[in-house]
C-alpha cells in the first residue's frame, strides 16, 4: 500500500488490468512504465531523464538496488542495438 500511495502521488496511474503496472504520460508525448514482479521492477519509458529522476525518487523512499540495463527477466534474454534502433527479446 505504501508503493501505491507513493506512486499515485508521483502522478502515476495504475493500470485496470494490472494492479502491478503503473503508467505516466509526460506532458511533451513522453511516457514511463513502471512493472512490478515478485521482488524488483522495470522501469521504461521514452526518456532516460525522467526515468532517472524517477528512480531517485524511488531510491529516497525505498530500500533498492539499481541493477542497470535489463539483460533477462522471467526466462527471456533481452539485447539492445543502439546503433539499428532494435531490441530482441528471446
Known sequence: MKFDRFMIEQGYSKCHSDDCVYFKGIDDGNYIILLLYVDGMLVVGSNMQEINVLKRKLANSFTMKDLGAIKQT???????????QKLTVS
Open 74 to 84: 522471467i526466462g527471456m534474454s533481452i539485447t539492445r542495438d543502439k546503433k539499428n
